[in-house]
C-alpha cells in the first residue's frame, strides 16, 4: 500500500526550514527519501532502517518512528538547489528483503524555495 | 561513467507498435528494477530481477516482459503498445541501499 506524503507542496524562500512527512500503514523495514528535479531521475538521499534512526548530511536530515511508521525529512536553511519534488519510499515488513520487493513511493511533495 | 544508463531518452511510436528499452548498470549491484512514472508523477515498480531473476511482477499487463541477458542488464519489451502506456520508465539498481535510477525513457504512444 502507498505512503502518505505531506504537504502534497510547500513554497518557502531561502534560508527557512520545511519538513515532510510520510506515514504508512504497514510496518516498515525501510524508508528511503529521494530528490526529483524536473526532467531529471530522481537522487536518493538517504534510508532509514527499522530502529527508528536518525540520520543526515549537510542540511537535510531525517528520521524514522518505527512504533508510528512514520519518517520525516527535515531541510534546514533551504537552498534554492533544494527545490524539487521529494518521494519517501517504503520497503515493508517482512517481505523477501535485500531490495527485492521494491520500493514502493509516495506521491511526491513538491517543494519550492524563492530566492 | 554514468552508473544506470537507459536507451533510448525518447520514444515515439504508433498504437499497436512493439518497442524495446535497454537499461545496463556498472554498479555491480544485484538487484534491478523497473518504474512507470506518470503525468502525476507517481512512481510505480513494474518488475524487480535479482541476479537474472524475475522476483516480484506487480499488476502489469503481461504485454510488457523483462529480458535480462545478464546481471548488468535489464531490457523491457512492450508489444501492442497502447495510449495509457505513455509515461516515463526508469530502471535503476540497488545493493541492500538506495536505487540510483537511470535517466529515464519518455514514451510517446500516438
Known amino acids: 500500500q502507498q505512503p502518505v506524503q505531506s504537504p502534497q507542496a510547500v513554497i518557502l524562500r531561502e534560508g527557512e526550514d520545511a519538513v515532510i512527512n510520510c506515514s504508512s500503514s504497514?510496518?516498515?523495514?525501510?524508508v528511503h527519501w529521494y530528490r526529483q528535479k524536473h526532467g531529471e531521475a530522481p537522487v536518493f538521499l538517504m534510508i532509514?532502517?527499522?530502529?527508528?534512526e536518525q540520520k543526515g548530511h549537510e542540511k537535510i536530515s531525517a528520521s524514522f518512528n518505527e512504533k508510528k511508521q512514520q519518517s520525516s525529512l527535515y531541510l534546514t536553511a533551504s537552498q534554492l538547489s533544494y527545490s524539487g519534488t521529494y518521494f519517501c519510499g517504503t520497503e515493508r515488513e517482512g517481505g523477501l528483503g535485500g531490495g527485492a520487493d521494491g520500493l514502493t513511493f509516495g506521491k511526491g511533495t513538491h517543494l519550492i524555495i524563492q530566492p | 561513467d554514468t552508473a544506470v544508463s537507459q536507451t533510448p531518452k525518447y520514444l515515439v511510436t504508433q498504437m499497436g507498435n512493439d518497442k524495446s528499452i535497454k537499461c545496463e548498470q556498472n554498479?555491480?549491484?544485484?538487484?534491478m528494477y523497473w518504474y512507470k512514472q506518470d503525468s502525476k508523477k507517481f512512481l510505480k515498480i513494474m518488475f524487480s530481477y535479482n541476479n537474472k531473476e524475475l522476483i516480484i511482477n506487480e499488476t502489469v499487463p503481461n504485454r510488457f516482459s523483462p529480458k535480462s541477458p545478464d546481471k548488468a542488464h535489464l531490457n523491457l519489451h512492450i508489444n501492442s503498445l497502447e495510449l495509457g502506456d505513455s509515461a516515463v520508465y526508469f530502471c535503476a539498481s540497488s545493493q541492500y541501499g538506495g536505487y540510483t535510477f537511470g535517466s529515464g525513457t519518455r514514451l510517446t504512444v500516438v
Open positions: 554498479l555491480g549491484h544485484d538487484t
Open positions: 532509514l532502517l527499522k530502529g527508528g
Open positions: 504497514k510496518a516498515l523495514y525501510s
